[in-house]
């Protein structure tokens, strides 16, 4: 197996005007400025669109990145097996992350807010696209394009200066949170712990700012989170995810599921 670290992103397809209509895309609708959601933005994100509009907007992301990231697809881009545990995963995130990072270099013409904005771009590429393009069968998502985001966000917040905290998106919970999502993903305990910790950071500044309007968008985060991690430490998994990674389902995941437990949007995987 070739090493990730050998691996190059496709320059046709991996460029700024591939980061920036990431961005124009996600934030749609989003005024200029602004540090909360609006009605538009919530709706579109967290899943209270109509079926008409998911699919719409779902098109929307195929149309402009399903090519960037089937070329970098399990089949196109082979990680390390699945580690079982969390030190282990984290040994091999600079590697998986490394083709990525090449992109956050600043360039003689470019300033860090570029590699600010392009981290996002390719946070929200990895972590966020892949689930309304590939809805159907999760699995590369789980797998593969969700372990590429943790990693990528790992060594991000591991490094000066952090990107994550540039001053466009520093006193902006509606850009920054989205750095730090793949962790809420993560079926890893110390990457929600990770999540909480950034969060708490970031609540704590707006407070000291005296941005009470933005808290909301905050606490709805916090809220996400807290169902995710109450699944998670009951059953050390997202039991949505089983059918989709072939992980059989135990009896308990079985009824959890069955009586109503958060799936988060996830369909059951289609039967053959």
Not at 5 to 25: G, M
Not at 201 to 218: K, N, P, V
Not at 243 to 264: A, I, N, V
């Given at each position: ?37 609006n ?13 008409e ?19 970098i ?8 097996p ?18 990525f ?76 949170n ?11 305990l ?54 989709h990674?072939?992980?059989e ?24």
């Amino acid at each position: 197996m070739s090493s990730t670290r050998a691996f190059s992103l496709n320059k046709q397809l991996f460029n700024a005007n591939l980061y920036k209509r990431v961005r124009d895309v996600w934030f749609a609708d989003l005024p200029a400025g602004a540090k909360a959601p609006n009605q538009a933005t919530v709706f579109r994100w967290f899943g209270r669109a109509t079926e008409e509009e998911k699919d719409l907007f779902d098109g929307v992301c195929r149309s402009h990145f399903h090519d960037a990231l089937a070329s970098i697809g399990p089949q196109k881009y082979t990680l390390p097996p699945p580690k079982t545990n969390y030190s282990a995963e984290q040994s091999e995130a600079l590697s998986i992350a490394a083709p990525f990072l090449s992109e956050l270099e600043q360039k003689p013409d470019q300033d860090e807010g570029t590699a600010s904005n392009t981290a996002l771009s390719l946070v929200l590429l990895l972590d966020q696209i892949p689930r309304n393009i590939f809805r159907e069968d999760q699995g590369a998502i789980y797998s593969h394009y969700d372990r590429i985001a943790r990693a990528l966000i790992n060594v991000i917040v591991s490094r000066e200066p952090r990107l994550d905290l540039h001053p466009q998106f520093r006193a902006a919970p509606v850009y920054r949170n989205w750095f730090y999502m793949p962790l809420m993903h993560s079926e890893y305990l110390e990457d929600h712990e990770k999540y909480e910790k950034l969060i708490a950071e970031l609540r704590s500044e707006i407070e000291e700012a005296g941005d009470q309007e933005t808290l909301w968008f905050l606490d709805k985060s916090m809220e996400a989170e807290t169902s995710h991690l109450n699944i998670l430490k009951r059953f050390g998994r997202y039991p949505h995810r089983n059918d989709h990674l072939g992980r059989e389902t135990t009896r308990e995941e079985r009824e959890f599921m069955e009586s109503g437990g958060d799936s988060f949007g996830v369909k059951p995987k289609p039967k053959a």
